[in-house]
């Protein structure tokens, strides 16, 4: 089984160096784990609920910060990328480009991403049968992209809630990629804070343990330093402090099912 990849980082790139700081944090906390991480974070979060709702500080002003962190720490990069505009400039920076959730099916953006030679990561629709994510893997590598990832990130279950279906993690081996499971963002309540998610973070350990019985080559997991503050995803993001025993937790599975 090869290493377990591991893609860990705020939500939205908050001002005042944030970005770098979470970075330095999260380096010291993976330096004692057999795993490949990637650091995360978004410079535009473009489908937040409420107008005014921080966003982040866009593309120009977000890759140079993202370019510092891995300047300064060597580290791998992901962001996610909205407009087929975006793709270009953001593969000048990063490792990997991801396709947001709400955007699975844009096959211009799809195609954009392939043609950069990045990684793509391709994060699943609410709305979307897992089977059907081999279409949108099929536009990436129409684009001549050879890494590419598809992430599960729950399914639209009524009103204001998600749910996972862990065959959703089997059903995604079928379309030949690297299967991740997105700890965090798959316990939002869209919306169901008013004007902004909710979520249920007491869930995440569970879940990523659940995941990783099930089987998966990643997991993405938004982790933040005080995550009552935080500019995006409050409710879901994992506080830093409770990363280690996730990822104890969560490599203590994989190496049972090797045993």
């Known amino acids: 089984m090869s290493k377990l990849l591991v893609i860990a980082g ?3 790139m908050e001002p005042g160096g944030h970005p770098l700081r979470m970075a330095e944090k999260l380096k010291e906390v993976f330096a004692k784990y057999p795993v490949d991480w990637v650091f995360k974070a978004s410079f535009d979060k473009a489908n ?14 977000g890759l140079e910060e993202l370019a510092a962190v891995k300047a300064a720490l060597g580290v791998h990069l992901l962001t996610d990328i909205h407009e087929t505009g975006q793709a270009a400039p953001a ?32 994060k699943k629709g609410q709305f979307m049968a897992p089977d059907d994510m081999k279409w949108a893997v099929e536009k990436v590598k129409s684009a001549g992209a050879d890494e590419i990832s ?19 993690l089997l059903m995604l081996r079928e379309t030949g990629v690297r299967v991740i499971y997105d700890a965090t963002h ?12 909710g979520g249920l973070r007491q869930f995440v350990l569970p879940l990523a343990r659940a995941a990783a019985a099930v089987g998966i080559d ?16 409050r409710d879901t993001q994992l506080p830093l402090g409770d990363l280690p025993a996730l990822l104890d937790q ?3 599975v994989r190496e049972a099912l090797q045993a």
């Open 10 to 12: 705020p939500c939205v």
């Open 48 to 61: 937040r609920t409420a107008l005014d709702s921080y966003r982040g500080p866009g593309l120009d002003a």
């Open 91 to 122: 593969a000048r920076v990063v490792d990997i480009l991801q396709i947001p959730a709400f955007l699975c099916r844009q096959t211009d953006l799809l195609v954009a991403a392939g043609r950069t030679g990045r990684t793509v990561n391709i």
């Open 150 to 168: 598809v992430t599960e990130r729950g399914a639209t279950h009524g009103y204001h809630d998600l749910v996972v279906d862990m065959r959703s």
């Open 186 to 197: 798959s316990l939002q309540l869209p919306g169901g804070a008013g004007g902004a998610s």
């Open 218 to 233: 990643g997991l993405f997991v938004e982790v933040h330093d005080d995550p009552a503050r935080a500019m995006s995803d």
């Open 250 to 252: 969560v490599l203590a």
